[in-house]
T-cell receptor, first 117, second 113 residues
Framework: DGGITQSPKYLFRKEGQNVTLSCEQN?????MYWYRQDPGQGLRLIYY???????QKGDIAEGYSVSREKKESFPLTVTSAQKNPTAFYLC????????????????FGDGTRLSIL | SQELEQSPQSLIVQEGKNLTINCTSS?????LYWYKQKYGEGLIFLMM?????EEKSHEKITAKLDEKKQQSSLHITASQPSHAGIYLC?????????????FGKGTKLSVKP
């Protein structure tokens, strides 16, 4: 079955440490996205990528970094510069390159919950 | 920037009752998506609406987009415990915009057996 796999499901970060969240999709989707969800809040966009080797900052990119070396993979690194990293992180993908492919529904992974030790 | 307001924030209904969740936008909606989320899990796509006046149904869930394309409603008929969860609306941008969605804060639905 095609889908989006996020790992790990739970992650703990120590002070001053960088951590990387994995996101892999086998839907052959061009576009991939990272969102952050805080309690009682909607999803906020961190980074997105519409094509391999290209990505753009979202609304809350500070303290995060990404790479898109393969179509299937879009890992997110939470750096030590992110002072409030505790949140639920969701990865999504969609067909087409944003509007260029027409509005297409985004498919989501099961999320990674990041906490501070 | 566009904002989506969902109402109510939370809802408790008796099993078998009907309910409606609303999503109101500060700007024209070019694509309106409804998702369902169970606590600690990812979002499950329910329906997408694009045209003013459009209505779609799946099983006991019906979503509508008003003619002015600034408000959408999600209606559940004869609710069941399996309908419990958080319902989120998301909006796409106009042609030429980036492909991400703007989301409302969600409506938490509890169904009492």
């Amino acid at each position: 079955d095609g889908g989006i796999t996020q790992s790990p499901k739970y992650l703990f970060r120590k002070e001053g440490q960088n951590v990387t969240l994995s996101c892999e999709q086998n839907l052959n989707h061009d576009a991939m996205y990272w969102y952050r969800q805080d309690p009682g809040q909607g999803l906020r966009l961190i980074y997105y990528s519409q094509i391999v080797n290209d990505f753009q900052k979202g609304d809350i990119a500070e303290g995060y970094s990404v790479s898109r070396e393969k179509k299937e993979s879009f890992p997110l690194t939470v750096t030590s510069a992110q002072k409030n990293p505790t949140a639920f992180y969701l990865c999504a993908s969609s067909n087409g390159q944003g509007w260029a492919g027409g509005n297409q529904p985004q498919h989501f992974g099961d999320g990674t919950r990041l906490s501070i030790l | 920037s566009q904002e989506l307001e969902q109402s109510p924030q939370s809802l408790i209904v008796q099993e078998g009752k009907n309910l409606t969740i609303n999503c109101t936008s500060s700007k024209t909606l070019y694509g309106l998506y409804w998702y369902k989320q169970k606590y600690g899990e990812g979002l499950i796509f329910l329906m997408m609406l694009q045209k003013g006046g459009e209505e779609k149904s799946h099983e006991k869930i019906t979503a509508k987009l008003d003619e002015k394309k600034q408000q959408s409603s999600l209606h559940i008929t004869a609710s069941q415990p399996s309908h419990a969860g958080i319902y989120l609306c998301g909006a796409g941008g106009p042609r030429g915009s980036q492909g991400n969605l703007i989301f409302g804060k969600g409506t938490k639905l509890s169904v009492k057996p």
